[in-house]
């Protein structure tokens, strides 16, 4: 079944690709020399700078279904257009402008998902979306890996007793330089190099503190 959260994400991806689509001729302005790389692509052949850009401003092959012909803004909506409207058997004004095309597929965007079009549909608008994305600057960053807990630190220590921790390593793992002159001056650990602590020490001293 269709969410709201599901047409809401299409929508929202239909109204990116309207506004970067008309970014392109500025991404463009922006080129300055052949070390550029506006793509974030890499294929078998060199790409001249804002090759994918100028390539989105041309006009698109009719014939074109694969390589870096796709995604093509005025192709993926025009044709998708045409096919749902065929899907439900209607036909779109014989000269519709881009954005009348893209109105459509906005409106329809319920629709689309509840028919047997919906995962190639969405997959299409999806490519064109992150291409778009890549080339205007607006790609979401990568998630941040997730920090270490100290537990996960201190069980990683376990398995690497050799490692060696700064004092400031350690302060960050709850061990306070108090601590370390007190079990300095029992015994319990040394300097393995100047400044630093041998893992394993710093366990044992852990255990029978």
Request: without cysteine; proline residues 7%; hydrophobic residues 35%.
């Amino acid at each position: 079944m269709t969410t709201f959260e599901q047409i809401g994400t299409m929508r929202d991806r239909l109204e990116n690709i309207r506004q970067w689509r008309g970014q392109l001729s500025d991404v463009m302005l922006t080129i300055t020399g052949y070390s550029m790389d506006l793509t974030g692509i890499r294929g078998t052949t060199d790409r001249i700078p804002g090759g994918d850009a100028l390539a989105m401003l041309a006009p698109w092959a009719p014939d074109a279904t694969h390589g870096d012909d796709l995604p093509h803004p005025d192709q993926v909506i025009k044709e998708w257009s045409h096919t749902i409207h065929d899907h439900h058997g209607t036909v779109p004004p014989a000269r519709a402008t881009w954005a009348e095309h893209w109105r459509y597929l906005w409106d329809e965007t319920q629709r689309i998902l509840e028919s047997p079009w919906a995962e190639a549909w969405t997959a299409d608008i999806t490519a064109l979306w992150w291409r778009l994305a890549r080339l205007t600057g607006n790609a979401p960053a990568p998630e941040p890996e997730p920090l270490r807990s100290v537990d996960d630190v201190w069980a990683a220590l376990e398995q690497n007793p050799e490692h060696e921790l700064t004092r400031r390593d350690l302060t960050h793992l709850g061990i306070n330089p108090s601590t370390l002159t007190t079990w300095r001056h029992r015994g319990k650990i040394s300097e393995s190099t100047p400044g630093r602590y041998r893992a394993g020490d710093i366990l044992d001293a852990r255990r029978t503190a």
